[in-house]
């Protein structure tokens, strides 16, 4: 496939790496222009393109920026996505990094937002993965602790192609229904983050409360913003694993927890 990713940070540059691996052609853009992207094009094997030419022809487009950016991207981007090539929206919204967005505020559906801004379908996918297990816990099938991530959209085929996509980079992927479901995997929810199996998953998404999430998103939100930038990213999954009732035997799991605590709070 010719797959277009718009946004070459955490997530946006893993997914180029995968894609290309898997003998994609990948292009790949932020706002600042290809001629910033020469590190990302080496590390990932994308070609960088200017954002007016990241989606045009291809089969599959990724948007991977900050979604407080997502109206400002360029009002013609689409003009030659063709109808059938899928968007995949991996964003969250954490007002305390996009600023205060009203329509999610009032519990529109995040990805529902996106579609409705792009004007376009999407597909939720790779939102609740932090980038670092995105990169390095891909497994072959079959694998014991594989990780399984849910997929949500209105168009089946679409969802197919991404689930597939997600096999072959090493990830177990749940076909989560439609896009106004998936709300049950946004921040601030027990499915968020946690590296689950295709065993554990279904609970997960089960157990989500619509109402109480966003006031947990906020809580989680504040505490990663006094860590350091250096603050072990395996550390905060365990913490999620713990937060979503995963591995509360293991003393790993509550050493991670204390180191999280101690380095927020300190200087008492
Ligand atoms: N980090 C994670 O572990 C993770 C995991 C799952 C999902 N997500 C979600 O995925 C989204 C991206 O996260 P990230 O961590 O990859 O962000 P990031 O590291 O901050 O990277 C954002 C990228 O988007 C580009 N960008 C920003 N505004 C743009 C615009 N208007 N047009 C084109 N490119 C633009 C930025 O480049 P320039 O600013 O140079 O243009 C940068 O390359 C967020 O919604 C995030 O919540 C993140």
């Known amino acids: 496939m ?6 070459a940070g955490n997530i946006g540059s893993a997914l180029a790496g995968y894609f290309h691996k898997l003998q994609h052609t990948v292009l790949i853009a932020n706002s600042r222009g290809p001629e910033t992207l020469s590190k990302v094009a080496q590390e990932t094997g994308a070609t960088p393109v200017n954002i007016s ?7 599959l487009l990724v948007i991977a920026i900050p979604m407080k ?3 400002s991207l360029p009002n013609d981007l689409l003009a030659n996505l063709p109808v059938a090539s899928p968007i995949i929206d991996t964003g969250n919204y954490y007002p305390l990094r996009d600023g205060h967005i009203t329509e999610m505020d009032k519990g529109m559906v995040e990805s529902e937002w996106t579609s409705h801004i792009l004007g376009r379908p999407v597909i939720k996918a790779f939102n609740n993965i932090v980038a670092d297990s995105l990169l390095h816990k891909g497994l072959p099938k079959g694998s014991k602790n594989r990780i399984a991530l849910p997929v949500s959209g209105d168009d089946v085929r679409a969802k197919q192609l991404v689930i597939s996509l997600l096999d072959q980079m090493g ?3 749940m076909d989560a229904g439609p896009l106004s479901e998936s709300w049950h995997y946004q921040p601030g929810t027990p499915a968020y983050c946690p590296d689950p199996t295709i065993r554990q998953l279904p609970s997960l998404l089960k157990r989500a409360n619509r109402d109480k999430a966003p006031a947990s998103r906020d809580q989680a939100a504040k505490m990663m913003a006094k860590l350091p930038a250096d ?3 395996q550390e905060l999954v365990r913490v999620a694993r713990l937060s979503a009732g995963l591995d ?3 003393p790993r ?3 991670a927890l204390l180191r999280l605590v101690f380095t927020v709070l300190w200087p008492f």
Do not use: H, R, T
Request: aromatic share 10%; glycine share 14%.
């Open 248 to 250: 509360i035997l293991k």
């Open 253 to 255: 799991s509550w050493i």
């Open 69 to 71: 950016n997502v109206p």
């Open 171 to 173: 990830f177990d992927a």
């Open 53 to 59: 030419g990241v989606a045009k022809g291809v089969d």
């Open 231 to 233: 603050f072990p990213p």
């Open 2 to 7: 010719k797959i277009g990713i718009i946004g």
